[in-house]
Structures are given as structure tokens and as C-alpha cells.
């Protein structure tokens, strides 16, 4: 590897620990943020926990599987705040004209993307520890209790949120705010094909094909598996990883590329509303 190359994957923990610190700020700074870390995921849990219990309560079927759409939506959650968190700190930069800042300075690219992935789970506690309690509070539903599955299923969801937002930013920076839309949509393209509140055979066969390649179908499908037939998955579980390893890395090269390319083509210092 090249010098240049080798000081692009290198690490330094303090310039890290600075971009994490100035996201903290503004979320210490702003109660809205706060809030709307929370807002979505609640209206989530109560319009569908409220749905499962009146299903539970008029069909055997989803009596047995008592807890699967609750389940369902907090993970869908985990998914989309991950990716969310992640994209939205990106954001602050570009509305704040930051970007062209931050390429001059001694912080590399891996650098900021280290923060950012920080910074998803630190919103996505702030936004989901509130809610599980609330599942809890509400609808009996206990997501800790799935134990070490839980953690399984956190990792490969959180992976493949990162992988999106990590392309997402690459396209922001190359395009400009005109793609500010991906940030908020893109994850709801792949929501019927991660099979979130149903089994992937009822999808068509060629469809079937194409979820399968998406991660997040094998952690839906091991949550179903777990809570209506009480059985673990690990094999699908380690089928999403090793998926979530090529994409992650995939994503982590575009956004270098698109990086290069809009510092080719000036789109850093246009970046902004």
C-alpha cells in the first residue's frame, strides 16, 4: 500500500472523539432533536402495538405469536434510526456549509465516518432505550428478553443501517442537497423486501431471490422464528454478517470514491443550502 493510501485507513481517537463531541452539542443544544429521536419510534410502537393487541385478541393464529409486531417495529427501528442517525449528522455539516471546513483540516475521511457511526448509536439509544420501556409499559413486550439473540440481530441491523448511510453521504457529497431526499426514503424502498411484518414465501419467487440478498430479511426472519416457534437462528444470523461484511465495505470504497470525485469536480465548497 501506498503512503497515501495507508494514512487514508489510519485512525487518530482524539479527532474522532472532537466530531463526536461537536454532534453532542448540537443535540445538547437543540430539545427539538431530542425529541424527534423519540417522537417517530413511540408513534410506531403505539399504532402497532395497539394493532397487535386487538389481533391478538380475535385470532389464534397471532395470539401464539404475541409479541411479533411489536418486535417487528422495534427493529425495523433499530434499522432505520441507525441509518438515520448516521445520515442526519452528515446533514448538520452540509446545512451548516461545514464540509469544505473539515476536508481542509487534518480529520480523514475514515475518521468522520467513525464519528458518524458513533454518533447513529448514540441517537439511536437516546430515541429507542425510551421507547423499549414504553413496550414494556404498555404491551407486556420485554425486546431485552430475546437475550443474546438480541445482540446478533442489533449488529446486523445496525451494520447494514451504516452501509446505507454511508452511501447516501457519498452521493450528498457528490451531488449536493439536490439528494437530500435518499436520506429520508431510501430505507423505505427496501421495507417490503426485508420482509419486516411478513415471512419472505409470500413474496413472488423471483422477488424471494432478491430479498434474500439484503441482511436484514435473515434478521426479520430469525426474529419471527424466535418468538413464534422459540427456536434461534444462527445460522442466519451469520449468513447477515457475512452479506453486511461486503456491503459494508462496499459502501465504505464508494464514499471514498464519490469523495475524490467531488473534490474533482468542486461539489465540497457548493455543498449547503
Not at 73 to 89: A, E, H, T
Not at 170 to 185: I, K
Not at 202 to 214: C, G, K, N, R, S
Amino acid at each position: 500500500m501506498t503512503a497515501h493510501s495507508t494514512r487514508a485507513i489510519t485512525l487518530a481517537p482524539h479527532r474522532v472523539g472532537a466530531m463526536v463531541l461537536r454532534y453532542l452539542y448540537l443535540l445538547r443544544s437543540s430539545w427539538t432533536r431530542l425529541l424527534e429521536l423519540i417522537y417517530w419510534p413511540a408513534v410506531q410502537l403505539f399504532v402497532w402495538g395497539f394493532l397487535q393487541l386487538y389481533i391478538s385478541q380475535n385470532a389464534g393464529f397471532f395470539a401464539r405469536a404475541s409479541g411479533v409486531f411489536i418486535a417487528a417495529v422495534l427493529m425495523w427501528d433499530m434499522l432505520f434510526r441507525g441509518q438515520l442517525g448516521f445520515s442526519i449528522s452528515f446533514l448538520e455539516e452540509m446545512w451548516s456549509r461545514n464540509l469544505g471546513n473539515l476536508m481542509i483540516s487534518p480529520l480523514r475521511p475514515i475518521e468522520l465516518v467513525c464519528a458518524l457511526m458513533i454518533m447513529s448509536l448514540i441517537r439511536l439509544a437516546i430515541g429507542m432505550v425510551p421507547v423499549t420501556i414504553l413496550a414494556i409499559v404498555f404491551f407486556g413486550f420485554n425486546l431485552y428478553g430475546l437475550g443474546i439473540a438480541l445482540a446478533a440481530f442489533f449488529v446486523n441491523l445496525i451494520l447494514t443501517g451504516w452501509a446505507v448511510g454511508i452511501v447516501v453521504s457519498g452521493v450528498l457529497l457528490r451531488n449536493g442537497m439536490g439528494a437530500e431526499s435518499l436520506a429520508w426514503t431510501l430505507m423505505f424502498v427496501l421495507m417490503p423486501l426485508t420482509c419486516v411484518y411478513y415471512p419472505v414465501n409470500v413474496l413472488p419467487d423471483w422477488l424471494q431471490m432478491i430479498a434474500w440478498m439484503l441482511p436484514p430479511t435473515y434478521v426479520f426472519e430469525g426474529m419471527r422464528a424466535l418468538i413464534m416457534e422459540h427456536v434461534f437462528r444462527p445460522d442466519l444470523m451469520v449468513e447477515a454478517f457475512a452479506l453486511n461484511a461486503v456491503y459494508f465495505a462496499a459502501a465504505v470504497i464508494a464514499f471514498l470514491e464519490l469523495l475524490k470525485s467531488s473534490r474533482r469536480v468542486g461539489s465540497l465548497l457548493q455543498a449547503g443550502e
